[in-house]
């Protein structure tokens, strides 16, 4: 049996069963196709060993491992930043402010938000020791 996945691990709803004897296949296909499984009808066929390709079983015993994206996106948000990195995330920080400002003023709405700091020297994660 294989499925085939997405990269995210989730089902793309189409699979292949592999059968030793053809005459079981046909008898497995007549009897499940219009099946309800899982509020879904299943449409099974039978494919002739002519018109399946050569490498489509390669690599069906692999469990696919689906990424990670909380990782991912935690490792690109703690990432060392350089000084021009950092300068430009804070003036693109306070450009979005600003932009909030004007559109809270255009919609006639009476509101005084605080001001945002830009530091434009970004605070040391880590204590470097001078020996």
């Known amino acids: 049996?294989?499925?085939v996945l997405l990269q995210t691990g989730k089902s793309r709803h189409f699979g292949y069963i592999e059968f030793e004897s053809p005459e079981v296949a046909k008898i497995v296909a007549d009897t499940m196709h219009n099946y309800l499984l899982f509020e879904h009808l299943l449409q099974v066929h039978v494919v002739?060993?002519?018109?399946?390709?050569?490498r489509l079983w390669r690599g069906f015993s692999y469990r696919h491992k689906p990424l990670d994206y909380v990782q991912i996106e935690?490792?690109?948000?703690?990432?060392?930043?350089?000084l021009e990195e950092h300068k430009k995330l804070v003036e693109r920080i306070l450009k979005h402010d600003q932009k909030?400002?004007?559109r809270i003023e255009a919609g006639g709405?009476?509101?005084?938000c605080p001001e945002i700091m830009g530091n434009i020297q970004p605070a040391p994660?880590?204590?470097k020791f001078d020996d």
């Open 1 to 3: 049996m294989f499925l």
């Open 48 to 54: 002739p060993p002519e018109h399946v390709h050569s």
């Open 74 to 82: 935690r490792k690109r948000h703690d990432k060392e930043r350089t």
């Open 100 to 102: 909030r400002r004007k």
């Open 109 to 112: 709405i009476d509101f005084e």
């Open 125 to 127: 994660k880590k204590i």
